[in-house]
């Protein structure tokens, strides 16, 4: 039998062959052998993404659906792995997992959707049609049906198109007697965005109280709100009638799933007019049993790791970045933690940009066609150029740490020259 040639075995699997036909045929300790035969690069080489030529990336950022949000741990991998090999009507299985769901967190019923966007879409058809056959059937034309849905000036955001997917007309208002004046027999819903909570004319408790006396259901779109993970059920508690996060964000779970928590006649009508019911607005939700079961899995996780221990470790891996960085001469940092959304430790960059000759956006750039690319919080941003290490993977802070440094360095010698 020939030497097995693990270079040549890599080759071809770059090239294109899978791993287990380029490995067919090898009993599987000699498999096992030339894995580990093979010296891991720097950074562990990402096979897939190597074969089709996409850069990977480095998210020094956050959650971010167009950098594919977040990663997955392995108890959420491997769930998702175990569903993919079975059977099963999806019907019962939405239900089973809604029920566990709702049970883990103290709130009425649950489901998963597909992400936070699909949440409000089916929410809002849950509040439109109901569940009259005939009216599921006949969304996004509303003839006859509950037609407007209000929502805060401030609280308009391009996920509202959800909304006005399924026909309805937003009812814009600022103040709490606008709100008041605009409640009718029209409104189906009342949407709330939680990041802008403190943002609007109305808050919270005074939202829920006027959705509550006009007997409208309230809907808070909580997409990126944990951490805490104390938000999964506070908004229902404090009286939201249809509250949704995102899966694929500070949740880790899978990137296109969400889960959508509130009343139960809300929760069965969007089932209703959700997949796998094929006349339905839900139709091209589709959430598999893959992303059902990692979204179950993916809570159960969260609500089970120790959060402090979570955070301490965020606070060192900045302190890892700053004490790097804090050797350039005039570059000064800070850090914050936003109240509402992305609650995480960031740390900012601050320098003379003339005299660096570097601007943030050109220093964000050098980062993001560096090696390895390194993406982080740029722009329009508040406190400018800033990073965190909450989607980071362990270690990665170093790897932006040390770029810092090298990009800062080269500029401040501009200054000091
Ligand atoms: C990300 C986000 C959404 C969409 O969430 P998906 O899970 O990607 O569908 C909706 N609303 C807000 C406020 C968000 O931040």
């Not at 949407?191 to 007997?215: D, P, S």
């Amino acid at each position: 039998m020939a030497i097995f040639d693990w270079q040549a075995t890599r080759r071809k699997f770059l090239a294109g062959g899978s791993l287990s036909t380029a490995l067919g045929g090898l009993p599987l300790p000699r498999v096992l052998a030339a894995q580990k035969a093979e010296k891991p690069p720097a950074r562990k080489a990402p096979g897939i993404y190597e074969r089709l030529g996409v850069r990977t990336r480095i998210n020094a950022k956050g959650t971010y659906t167009y950098l594919t949000g977040s990663l997955m741990p392995p108890e959420v991998s491997h769930a998702m792995e175990e569903a993919s090999q079975h059977y099963v009507f999806l019907v019962d299985l939405q239900e089973a997992v809604g029920k566990k769901m709702a049970e883990m967190l103290g709130v009425e019923a649950a489901m998963v959707t597909s992400g936070a966007a699909g949440a409000i879409m089916l929410g809002t058809a849950a509040c439109v049609a109901g569940k009259d056959p005939e009216k599921i059937q006949r969304l996004p034309d509303i003839t006859g049906m509950k037609s407007e849905v209000i929502i805060q000036k401030t609280h308009r955001n391009a996920f509202d198109h959800a909304i006005r997917n399924v026909g309805v007309r937003l009812v814009v208002v600022e103040t709490p007697e606008e709100l008041e004046n605009a409640v009718s027999e029209k409104t189906a819903m009342m949407y709330f965005l939680n990041a802008a909570q403190n943002q609007g004319r109305v808050g919270l408790e005074k939202f829920i109280e006027v959705g509550k006396r006009h007997g409208v259901p309230t809907f808070n779109d909580a997409a990126a709100d944990v951490p805490p993970k104390e938000h999964l059920s506070d908004y229902n508690k404090m009286g939201f009638d249809l509250v949704a996060f995102s899966g694929g964000k500070g949740l880790r779970g899978p990137q296109c799933a969400g889960l959508m928590l509130g009343r139960k006649d809300l929760i069965e009508a969007a089932l209703l007019n959700n997949n796998p019911h094929e006349d339905t607005i839900g139709r091209p939700c589709k959430v598999g049993k893959e992303e059902i079961v990692g979204m179950f899995a993916t809570l159960e996780r969260y609500l089970k790791i120790d959060h402090t221990a979570e955070w301490k470790d965020w606070e060192a891996r900045l302190a890892t970045i700053e004490k790097t960085v804090s050797t350039v001469p005039g570059v000064h940092m800070g850090r914050f933690t936003p109240e509402v959304a992305n609650h995480v430790p960031h740390v900012y960059f601050q320098w003379d940009e003339k005299a660096f000759g570097l601007t943030q956006a050109e220093c964000a750039k050098q980062l993001e066609d560096g090696e390895p690319s390194i993406i982080c919080l740029a722009g329009d941003y508040p406190h400018g150029l800033s990073v965190t290490p909450y989607m980071m993977r362990p270690g990665e802070e170093r790897i932006v740490a040390r770029r810092l440094k090298e990009i800062f360095t080269a500029a401040e010698k501009k200054v000091s020259a």
